[in-house]
């Protein structure tokens, strides 16, 4: 990435202790920020990922910073999600990163435990998240990053088809052999070339789901191996099994061809999900004379529905930035000035903080994820610890794995094998 191409003016790296005991000696002076005019300003960069809607919105927000304070210039640049973390990967070496930039919740460990990220205690502001979320910003104890918003995982589901064909909405406590049952119904009354549901098996955010409603998890506490057996993949990934095979879920040959969604297709009946993707898909469906709604996803055990509230997306400040205090002003200003919560809205999920919620104009499709989650609230529990570096690469090798049974070119437990042979590898190259 090219640094400093106007001739912006920088000021000295601050990192950890020293960036907090400058900012908290600014504030006590009452200092607005750092140093820089709108003739000579100093420059920080900000990145994510999303598409050009988010584009447009982040952007709106950004000029609003910089009209708010003419001594930061701020340059952008987003990609789409495979992109932009292949890029970031690719730059980590030589710590070449923005000064701030979006996290995702799997990759804070491998960011995190490099030092790649500036501890944020007493850097930015952390009074106003609603409760819970930032555990899950911290590694080891040490806060390195800050939510921008939050979701949980739900099923997300065509209300007028369910009730055209005689199913009935989902509650919590629904079992996954009931959701099984229910898409054989619908993908038989939808006719050909719609389907009940989707293949779940093939995402490992499911299977942790799954783990946690029986009381385990996808990785160990300290992220170092996988907190189950090969048995036990083998058994997740055949629980779709017989509705694959009978056709009641859409095929790999189809699905590897879609370049939008089953469910704004007009192809799917439900799906599991995180719950911010609802308000995304419900304006196209409704356009198309559906309706989607949101409900607890299945379980093994009415009493424990395996939910816990993720970030779903982080801010963090890059630990070589030569701008941590106008890297901070800008964290803070993006998640709490009332102006930029209303530009921003909800396309990055439901606020994480509170001012946010307060100044979110919520339309109705967001208004209803505010409503699933107040709704599963009880059934809430720890997050997890933040997941090892190579889940990104885990991640892959098990889709990517798991084609392989649904073209019936391997047995669910000769893929478990591999899985695990390819997951042991990519964990110990991280020690």
């Not at 690469?393 to 047995?411: D, H, L, P």
């Amino acid at each position: 990435m090219m640094r400093n191409p106007h001739g912006l003016r920088r000021r000295s790296l601050l990192t950890g202790a020293s960036a907090a005991a400058v900012l908290a000696a600014a504030a006590a002076c009452g200092d607005d920020g750092p140093a820089g005019t709108a003739d000579d300003p100093i420059e920080i960069s900000f990145e994510w990922w999303g598409d050009e809607t988010r584009a447009e919105l982040t952007k709106q927000a950004v000029d609003l910073f910089q009209q708010k304070n003419e001594g930061i210039k701020v340059q952008t640049n987003f990609a789409d999600f495979p992109t932009y973390w292949e890029g970031l990967t690719g730059r980590m070496a030589s710590r070449d990163l923005p000064d701030v930039f979006q996290m995702d919740y799997s990759r804070l460990r491998q960011f995190g435990s490099s030092g790649m990220l500036l501890p944020l205690e007493g850097v930015v502001k952390t009074d106003d998240f609603r409760e819970g979320f930032l555990e899950t910003a911290k590694l080891d104890g040490q806060l390195i990053a800050v939510p921008a918003a939050g979701n949980t995982l739900g099923l997300i589901y065509r209300a007028d088809w369910f009730e055209a064909h005689g199913v009935p909405a989902p509650a919590p406590g629904y079992s996954w052999d009931g959701y099984k049952a229910d898409i054989a119904t619908l993908t038989a009354g939808l006719g050909d070339g719609k389907w009940g549901g989707g293949d779940w098996a093939g995402q490992y955010h499911f299977m942790e789901l799954w783990l946690r409603q029986q009381g385990t998890s996808f990785y160990t506490e300290d992220g170092k191996a996988l907190a189950f057996d090969q048995a036990k993949l083998a058994e997740w990934w055949a629980t779709s099994a017989d509705l694959y095979a009978a056709g009641n879920v859409p095929p790999v040959e189809t699905t590897i061809e879609w370049t939008e969604g089953g469910l704004v297709q007009d192809l799917l009946a439900s799906e599991i999900g995180w719950d911010n993707f609802m308000p995304g898909s419900a304006p196209t469906v409704e356009a198309n004379g559906g309706t989607l709604a949101l409900a607890a996803p299945p379980s093994l055990d009415p009493a424990n529905l395996g939910l816990y509230l993720k970030p779903s997306m982080q801010l963090v400040i890059s630990g070589a930035t030569e701008q941590a205090e106008a890297a901070a002003k800008f964290v803070d200003f993006f998640l709490g000035d009332p102006e930029a919560i209303a530009i921003l809205g909800t396309n990055r999920g439901i606020p994480a903080t509170n001012a946010g919620l307060e100044n979110v104009e919520l339309d109705p499709y967001a208004q209803a994820v505010l409503d699933y989650e107040a709704s599963v609230s009880a059934y809430l529990t720890s997050p997890p610890p933040a997941p090892p570096a190579a889940t990104g690469a885990i991640e892959a090798k098990f889709m990517e794995i798991y084609q392989q049974v649904q073209y019936g070119e391997m047995t669910p437990a000769d893929a478990a094998a591999l899985l695990f042979t390819e997951a042991e590898t990519l964990l110990a190259n991280e020690q």
